[in-house]
């Protein structure tokens, strides 16, 4: 049986179906073609209506740092509308401009914001990705230098120095555990919780996250994980 050859000199983004499957030319190859969640086309021909995007381009011929960030983005999502959307790199470039871009500052028009939450959502972009609110964005920062997001301070006194949460000096390397106090400025030596916990920014860290989802969990020694407290039935 021969099997239908894929059409040649098509531009990116071209569709193809062969044998009940799509492909997509990515303008290298033809890859399977899987349907976005985001309409990305909708999303950008709102956005450029926006006072947001109005603002964001104006702090652009201002800022070099905003006009970077502003210009990347710009590319991704212009491969993104081709078919070719590298998720991961756009939510970096979102919340770098939300993080730069001072959108949450008490004297910003507060309806600068409105259009963009509103075609945020309609264009499907609240399916792939994350929409900066006001808390992230008080408690993360950018640093220019490497490229990266550092996450909330951990205590008032620890500096931000290239991206990483510094604090005032080291703990002693005397083979002890030593946590970090804000009260006394200092290390204090502490034992773990539990054996497989390990100190993360001053503080005891679980080897895995805490889901975060509204419920209550304690930690498992003996899975290594986190469970669902069970709630004490009241003895009647």
Request: charged share 20%; aromatic share 16%; net charge negative.
């Amino acid at each position: 049986m021969m099997t239908t050859p894929f059409p040649q000199n098509v531009s990116r983004g071209t569709t193809f179906t062969r044998e009940g499957i799509t492909f997509i030319w990515d303008g290298n190859s033809w890859d399977p073609y899987v349907e976005e969640k985001v309409n990305y086309e909708l999303f950008w021909n709102r956005l450029l209506t926006t006072k947001f995007y109005k603002l964001l381009r104006y702090k652009a011929t201002e800022n070099l740092l905003v006009n970077t960030i502003f210009t990347e983005f710009t590319c991704y999502m212009i491969n993104a509308k081709s078919g070719k959307a590298d998720k991961n790199l756009i939510q970096i470039l979102i919340n770098q401009l939300f993080l730069n871009f001072d959108i949450y500052h008490p004297a910003q028009d507060t309806d600068i914001l409105d259009d963009f939450k509103i075609y945020f959502e309609e264009s499907g972009m609240s399916e792939e990705y994350t929409y900066p609110d006001k808390e992230w964005v008080e408690n993360h920062y950018y640093d220019p230098i490497t490229n990266t997001i550092a996450g909330p301070q951990p205590f008032p006194s620890w500096e931000l120095v290239l991206a990483q949460w510094e604090p005032p000096f080291m703990p002693p390397n005397d083979g002890e555990n030593y946590i970090w106090s804000e009260e006394e400025i200092n290390w204090i030596k502490s034992e773990p919780p539990y054996p497989s916990w390990i100190v993360v920014q001053g503080s005891w860290s679980a080897p895995a996250p805490k889901p975060n989802d509204g419920e209550n969990y304690i930690w498992s020694e003996e899975t290594l994980s986190w469970i669902l407290e069970t709630p004490v039935e009241p003895v009647v």
